[in-house]
């Protein structure tokens, strides 16, 4: 039911009932790495190319989730996934394994929770019984593809971020147990005129700004109604230029309440540089680290807000600013 | 300069750079400068010792040496950009790394490795100068700019 300007309020309240997440070696690393189902020690994943082990992380993500519940591929009715390639040929692939109906989306590092919002609305107006969604993004082909190739030497600028290496996908469906995903808050196109391609904190925050204060407005809830509020990936620099608009405009939001995925991924890392990035970040974060804290009774509301850049290589190279989303997703403890 | 660019800028927009640029964490101009000159200057030295073992070991003139030092030094740069070292090495050197011949060589190794899941022809050789291409045009158009100068002058 569409509540507000852009707010979609889950009445039948459909679940979270598995998710599956696959990361890469540097992941596994991190301070996270223990949440991770499948920790990879090669970024290769033995595959011929970086666009295969890209595949190959996606559907480890979706497989690990339907195994937790016994499930099977046969059993998933839709499947909605995006991805950062041209494209979306992970995606696409990985949907040819699975072989399910399959709806490809691209909202670059907002996938995430784009695939997420859209599952619960085909469960939620009984469309569907079972969708799996799910994202995956690989380090270096995402290098390769936007920026240089994988060995060339490039001096990056402390503003950068570093793309995850993973995959995360979430099971919806109308049963079962599992957090429930309460309400949905789509996200317009911001674009304050940032141009700099390794400045993506500072291009996408007043998006999160602009979807969380839209969701608030439209279900009439203060901040501190959700125990933490967890961006996607502004890394430290983008994090920190949403908590100035916050405080700018008089938005409360309590110290530590504010979360970033790609902060947490990678903790204090300098190689990773602003912090973590990229579809995958959102994704096993939110999946495989915030939803087990959340069933470990440390929180009982999130909203996660998947922040992304929808620039391409030519827009960027053709002096175009970058055009920037953010999708936001409640979630509650059953 | 800073006009035109906010031309097309709303006001919006200008005030939200204002507010980006507080937060946004300088490049280290002062030390990439001294990394670069001394990676860059520490690249050079081992370029020049190259140099001299081929003048003392095979009796070369210096003019003769010039070539196999310059292929010696692009040889050990592919390998390290094979093994992955380099792009490292830059994070530190910055222009120090990429300014000397190693950077040109690997800009068209690391081209030329990455394209080769497109197969030899439409990856490896059509984009191993992806990269290093400009170097070579800008290179070729200045050569027969000074060239053209220099005839015009001398002659």
Same mark, same amino acid.
């Given at each position: 039911?569409?509540?507000?300007?852009?707010?979609?309020?889950?009445?039948?309240?459909?679940?979270?009932?598995?998710?599956?997440?696959?990361?890469?070696?540097?992941?596994?690393?991190?301070?996270?790495?223990?949440?991770?189902?499948?920790?990879?020690?090669?970024?290769?994943?033995?595959?011929?190319?970086?666009?295969?082990?890209?595949?190959?992380?996606?559907?480890?993500?979706?497989?690990?989730?339907?195994?937790?519940?016994?499930?099977?591929?046969?059993?998933?009715?839709?499947?909605?996934? +995006?991805?950062?390639?041209?494209?979306?040929?992970?995606?696409?692939?990985?949907?040819?394994?699975?072989?399910?109906?399959?709806? +490809?989306?691209?909202?670059?590092?907002?996938?995430?929770?784009? +695939?997420?919002?859209?599952?619960?609305?085909?469960?939620?107006?009984?469309?569907?019984?079972?969708?799996?969604?799910?994202?995956?993004?690989?380090?270096?082909?995402?290098?390769?593809?936007?920026?240089?190739?994988?060995?060339?030497?490039?001096?990056?600028?402390?503003?950068?971020?570093?793309?995850?290496?993973?995959?995360?996908?979430?099971?919806?469906?109308?049963?079962?147990?599992?957090?429930?995903?309460?309400?949905?808050?789509?996200?317009?196109?911001?674009?304050?005129?940032?141009?700099?391609?390794?400045?993506?904190?500072?291009?996408?925050?007043?998006?999160?700004?602009?979807?969380?204060?839209?969701?608030?407005?439209?279900?009439?809830?203060?901040?501190?109604?959700?125990?933490?509020?967890?961006?996607?990936?502004?890394?430290?620099?983008?994090?920190?230029?949403?908590?100035?608009?916050?405080?700018?405009?008089?938005?409360?939001?309590?110290?530590?309440?504010?979360?970033?995925?790609?902060?947490?991924?990678?903790?204090?890392?300098?190689?990773?540089?602003?912090?973590?990035? +990229?579809?995958?970040?959102?994704?096993?974060?939110?999946?495989?680290?915030?939803?087990?804290?959340?069933?470990?009774?440390?929180?009982?509301?999130?909203?996660?807000?998947?922040?992304?850049?929808?620039?391409?290589?030519?827009?960027?190279?053709?002096?175009?600013?970058?055009?920037?989303?953010?999708?936001?997703?409640?979630?509650?403890?059953? | 300069?800073?006009?035109?660019?906010?031309?097309?800028? @709303?006001?919006?927009?200008?005030?939200?750079? =204002?507010?980006?640029?507080?937060?946004?964490?300088?490049?280290?101009?002062?030390?990439?400068?001294?990394?670069?000159?001394?990676?860059?200057?520490?690249?050079?030295?081992?370029? =020049?010792?190259?140099? =001299?073992?081929?003048?003392?070991?095979?009796?070369?003139?210096?003019?003769?040496?010039?070539?196999?030092?310059?292929? @010696?030094?692009?040889?050990?740069?592919?390998?390290?950009?094979?093994?992955?070292?380099?792009?490292?090495?830059? =994070?530190?050197?910055?222009?120090?790394?990429?300014?000397?011949?190693?950077?040109?060589?690997?800009?068209?190794?690391?081209?030329?490795?990455?394209?080769?899941?497109?197969?030899?022809?439409?990856? @490896?050789?059509?984009?191993?100068?992806?990269?290093?291409?400009?170097?070579?045009?800008?290179?070729?158009?200045?050569?027969?700019?000074?060239?053209?100068?220099?005839?015009?002058?001398?002659?």
């Amino acid at each position: 039911m569409l509540q507000g300007r852009r707010t979609w309020r889950f009445e039948n309240s459909p679940r979270i009932i598995s998710v599956g997440t696959a990361v890469g070696p540097k992941e596994g690393k991190g301070p996270l790495g223990d949440s991770f189902d499948v920790v990879h020690g090669d970024i290769r994943l033995g595959q011929n190319s970086w666009e295969n082990a890209e595949r190959v992380l996606m559907e480890e993500a979706g497989d690990r989730a339907l195994q937790k519940k016994g499930l099977v591929k046969e059993q998933v009715e839709f499947y909605i996934a +995006g991805d950062l390639m041209n494209q979306v040929i992970t995606s696409s692939f990985a949907a040819r394994t699975f072989a399910a109906p399959y709806l +490809g989306i691209y909202g670059a590092c907002s996938t995430s929770m784009e +695939g997420l919002a859209l599952a619960a609305l085909l469960v939620n107006s009984q469309s569907a019984e079972l969708v799996l969604t799910g994202t995956a993004s690989h380090n270096a082909a995402a290098e390769r593809l936007y920026r240089y190739p994988t060995e060339y030497g490039a001096q990056k600028p402390p503003t950068a971020q570093w793309t995850v290496t993973g995959a995360g996908a979430a099971l919806v469906g109308r049963d079962g147990e599992g957090p429930k995903i309460t309400a949905a808050t789509i996200g317009r196109i911001i674009d304050m005129g940032v141009k700099d391609p390794f400045n993506m904190g500072a291009a996408m925050a007043p998006a999160a700004f602009d979807t969380i204060e839209a969701h608030l407005r439209d279900l009439n809830v203060e901040t501190d109604y959700y125990d933490i509020i967890a961006t996607g990936d502004l890394g430290r620099l983008g994090s920190d230029i949403l908590r100035d608009l916050w405080q700018k405009h008089g938005v409360r939001v309590a110290a530590g309440q504010h979360q970033d995925c790609g902060v947490l991924i990678y903790g204090d890392d300098p190689s990773v540089f602003s912090g973590g990035s +990229g579809a995958a970040c959102s994704a096993v974060v939110t999946y495989g680290h915030l939803l087990a804290r959340l069933a470990a009774g440390e929180w009982n509301r999130i909203l996660i807000v998947a922040t992304g850049a929808l620039l391409s290589t030519l827009s960027y190279q053709q002096g175009e600013s970058i055009p920037c989303i953010a999708h936001a997703v409640a979630i509650e403890r059953a | 300069m800073a006009n035109a660019k906010h031309k097309k800028m @709303t006001p919006a927009m200008i005030a939200y750079e =204002q507010v980006a640029k507080r937060r946004e964490p300088g490049r280290p101009v002062l030390r990439n400068t001294v990394l670069a000159f001394l990676i860059g200057g520490g690249i050079c030295l081992i370029g =020049q010792f190259v140099e =001299q073992f081929y003048i003392t070991v095979f009796h070369m003139t210096r003019a003769a040496a010039a070539n196999p030092t310059v292929a @010696t030094l692009i040889f050990f740069s592919a390998l390290l950009t094979g093994l992955g070292l380099y792009d490292r090495l830059a =994070q530190w050197g910055g222009a120090g790394t990429s300014v000397p011949v190693t950077g040109f060589s690997n800009a068209v190794t690391s081209a030329a490795i990455e394209h080769r899941s497109e197969g030899l022809i439409a990856g @490896t050789s059509s984009n191993m100068f992806k990269i290093a291409g400009p170097v070579i045009v800008f290179g070729v158009v200045a050569a027969f700019a000074v060239a053209l100068v220099r005839i015009l002058i001398f002659k």
